[in-house]
């Protein structure tokens, strides 16, 4: 009878660890990510100094600026807007019933409010529900867009005389310490090329009587029809204006032309964009191919804008623009951990899009880093 031979039992075969995302990018790792990007923001300052010196800059204002000095934003004005049509509709319908005291009357108007701040949709995509907006309040539109815009400076007739205004005589202008960067940028200086035009996204003029009251000499420009004097700085509202002089005298904005290009509703984003010889359009591309560009309270996501920078790039690649963002997940409260390296590489991919349309993007961790980002180009104090 054969031996059976003993068989050696099958080793496990030694795997190796999968490699953790910590070991795959050291570069992202916090400390690390953290240096590398100080170092490319001390860049970015040294180069928006030297063409605010010697080419020029030219500032792109979105709806963080008007925020700042306690505006409401896209969204929330629409929200705003959303229950004023309704009210409307309201209205119309109780004048419908007939016999109403005026104490139940204005009892009714108010109950009804309330439930429509509580339950109106907010999901819908922003432009569309401007367009229903628009149609529903035809003439009165741009007199209600004023109103809720200014509304939280006019609940009382002394709004602009409180203490968050500024003391001097004349029409009080909110201010903010963003405010106040941009106007100390735009301050013209010897032998300094500086700030060579403000194209402003918002619908308030808030900043320009901010500018004009600081001695800075400014003009409003809202059509291809308005003059700029010699040795004034130009603020193109190139989405349109309303006054808010002529709002707190309650002029209104009924008047044709009055708010200049006033683009609003989803049809008219169409239209402007989809025209190059527009007024708004050939302005923006003529400063983008002409002088560094710096994008302040925007959030870069508009692709209407970014198909001009695009464009532009294209054709000027070698005149840069600079945004400052802030980030969703601050970076100063992040541990070193995997998380945080996903987080850097997110960050690191959106950067590198951005660079492919020509612009850098300066990051910061929260909004009151803004105005100081602001500063460092002329080295100005924030008041």
């Known amino acids: 009878m054969k031996k059976m031979s003993r068989q050696r039992p099958h080793r496990k075969s030694r795997r190796k660890a999968p490699q953790s995302l910590m070991t795959l990018f050291p570069e992202y790792r916090k400390t690390k990510f953290k240096q590398k990007l100080t170092e490319k923001h001390e860049q970015y300052f040294q180069e928006?100094?030297?063409a605010y010196k010697h080419r020029g800059l030219v500032l792109y204002l979105g709806a963080g600026v008007s925020r700042s000095i306690g505006l409401p934003g896209w969204p929330e004005l629409i929200r705003s807007l959303t229950v004023t049509m309704m009210i409307g509709r309201v209205r119309s319908a109780i004048a419908g019933l007939g016999g109403l005291k005026e104490e139940e009357y204005w009892k009714t108007i108010l109950a009804i409010q309330e439930d429509l701040e509580?339950?109106?949709d907010y999901d819908k995509?922003?432009?569309?529900?401007?367009?229903?907006?628009?149609?529903q309040l035809g003439k009165t539109l741009s007199f209600e867009v004023a109103r809720n815009l200014y509304r939280h400076l006019s609940r009382r007739k002394e709004a602009y005389y409180s203490a968050r205004y500024q003391s001097e005589p004349g029409l009080r202008v909110p201010t903010s310490p963003l405010v106040n960067a941009i106007v100390a940028l735009a301050r013209s200086e010897r032998d300094v090329k500086g700030v060579q035009g403000i194209v402003n996204y918002n619908f308030d003029d808030l900043l320009d009587e901010k500018l004009r009251r600081d001695k800075v000499k400014c003009v409003t420009v809202k059509s291809g029809h308005d003059k700029i004097p010699v040795g004034y700085l130009p603020c193109y509202h190139v989405h349109g204006v309303l006054s808010s002089k002529s709002f707190f005298d309650r002029r209104g904005y009924q008047q044709q032309g009055s708010t200049g290009n006033f683009v609003f509703s989803e049809d008219e984003y169409h239209e402007e964009y989809s025209d190059p010889y527009k007024w708004s359009n050939m302005t923006q591309m003529s400063l983008l191919g002409k002088y560094t560009g710096l994008f302040i309270g925007l959030s870069m996501e508009d692709p209407n804008i970014r198909r001009l920078i695009d464009a532009t790039h294209r054709q000027y690649p070698d005149i840069p623009n600079y945004s400052i963002l802030?980030?969703?997940?601050?970076l100063t409260r992040c541990a070193d951990s995997k998380r945080t390296v996903l987080r850097n590489l997110f960050e690191d991919v959106e950067t590198s899009s951005f660079a492919k349309i020509g612009v850098k993007i300066i990051w910061v961790d929260n909004y009151e880093?803004?105005?100081r980002a602001v500063s460092r180009i002329c080295q100005a104090s924030i008041a």
């Not at 995509?125 to 149609?135: F, N, S, V």
């Open 125 to 135: 995509p922003i432009l569309m529900m401007a367009r229903a907006i628009k149609d």
């Open 369 to 371: 880093q803004i105005p």
């Open 118 to 120: 509580g339950e109106t």
């Open 48 to 50: 928006l100094s030297e």
């Open 326 to 330: 802030t980030r969703r997940t601050p």
